[in-house]
T-cell receptor, first 113, second 115 residues
């Protein structure tokens, strides 16, 4: 079992709808979680990170973390065609000299005009 | 300011050859990471440098892979006796710190193709 699991999709939503992206993790030692967006052929770029239980909002994006359920999600409100990309969830863990991001395989999102 | 840069952007080599991939991090970033991304997968951690030293090389797949960062800035990932399975995009990232709240900034990657 991979440490960070994501549904690979594709997830298709109409323009203006809410896109919901989900991620589960197995390592309870993970301290924080990062959501990256990756356009085809490009490198990952950070959308937001979360380290406390609950919701964190940044513009059209809301990250949610539930440590008891080992579940992380990203909501994108008012989805735009420019949001079409692969969304990578990553767990961060530090200790004993290690500072690693462990990525899921990503969920491909398509926003249909 | 400039972001993370990587050279070359593409590298095609033959099985058994030696390759070097270069990463120039954001100025002042002490932490530097190498990842490998295969098609349809997320980035996979290879190695982490804090300054000049490799603080965590647990992700290097075998002893054909080696990385250096001699002056605490530019890093080079070296792959000996390349195999077709080494074909992937090699990503470099840097960050100003190593807390769970420090963003890792990624470079554009080097696409390595081993024929």
């Amino acid at each position: 079992q991979k440490e960070v699991e994501q549904n690979s999709g594709p997830l298709s939503v109409p323009e203006g709808a809410i896109a919901s992206l989900n991620c589960t993790y197995s390592d309870r030692g993970s301290q924080s979680f990062f959501w990256y967006r990756q356009y085809s052929g490009k490198s990952p770029e950070l959308i937001m990170f979360i380290y406390s239980n609950g919701d964190k909002e940044d513009g059209r994006f809301t990250a949610q973390l539930n440590k008891a359920s080992q579940y992380v999600s990203l909501l994108i409100r008012d989805s735009q065609p420019s949001d079409s990309a692969t969304y990578l969830c990553a767990g961060y863990k530090s200790g004993a000299g290690s500072y690693q991001l462990t990525f899921g395989k990503g969920t491909k999102l398509s926003v249909i005009p | 300011g400039a972001g993370v840069s990587q050279t070359p952007s593409n590298k095609v080599t033959e099985k058994g050859k030696y390759v070097e991939l270069r990463c120039d991090p954001i100025s002042g970033h002490t932490a530097l990471y190498w990842y490998r991304q295969s098609l349809g997968q997320g980035p996979e951690f290879l190695i982490y440098f804090q300054g000049t030293g490799a603080a965590d090389d647990s992700g290097l797949p075998n002893d054909r892979f080696f990385a250096v960062r001699p002056e605490g800035s530019v890093s080079t990932l070296k792959i000996q006796r390349t195999e077709r399975g080494d074909s992937a995009v090699y990503l470099c990232a840097s960050s100003s710190g190593t807390s769970g709240r420090d963003e890792q900034f990624f470079g554009p990657g080097t696409r390595l193709t081993v024929l």
